[in-house]
């Protein structure tokens, strides 16, 4: 009943830019922190950066100052802008959102896109 659609991956050039987007829908009453991973070939996925509802963001090592993660609330839409790409930043990419369903539901429970390859050449 909750669904994470990503969009925006694809094929750049060393030192190019990407935009990502992943728009959260369904039974949704509130979204807490959301993120973005990645996983490259033969490696665990990793955190690459979050940011709580209340915009506070952070992020990887390897990636600040190149990243931005953003959000739009009333879309329920997480965003990452990815500039001066590397080829070491070729993987997988993920969003991650901390969704509550229901008023009624306390908890939130994590969701996740269905992630989109992300190629950097050199």
């Known amino acids: 009943q909750v669904q994470l659609v990503e969009s925006g991956g694809g094929l750049v050039q060393a030192g190019g830019s990407l935009r990502r987007s992943c728009a959260a829908s369904?039974?949704?009453?509130?979204?807490?922190?959301m993120g973005w991973y990645r996983q490259a070939p033969g490696k665990q996925r990793e955190l690459v950066a979050t940011?709580?509802?209340?915009?506070?963001?952070s992020y990887a090592d390897s990636v600040k100052g190149r990243f931005t993660i953003s959000r739009d609330n009333a879309k329920n839409t997480v965003y990452l802008q990815m500039n001066s790409l590397k080829p070491e930043d070729t993987a997988v990419y993920y969003c991650?959102?901390?969704?509550?369903?229901?008023?009624?539901?306390?908890?939130?429970?994590?969701?996740w896109g269905q992630g989109t390859q992300v190629t950097v050449s050199s």
């Open positions: 991650d959102g901390d969704i509550r369903q229901y008023s009624y539901i306390a908890n939130y429970r994590s969701y």
């Open positions: 940011i709580t509802r209340g915009s506070t963001t």
């Open positions: 369904g039974s949704i009453f509130s979204i807490n922190t």
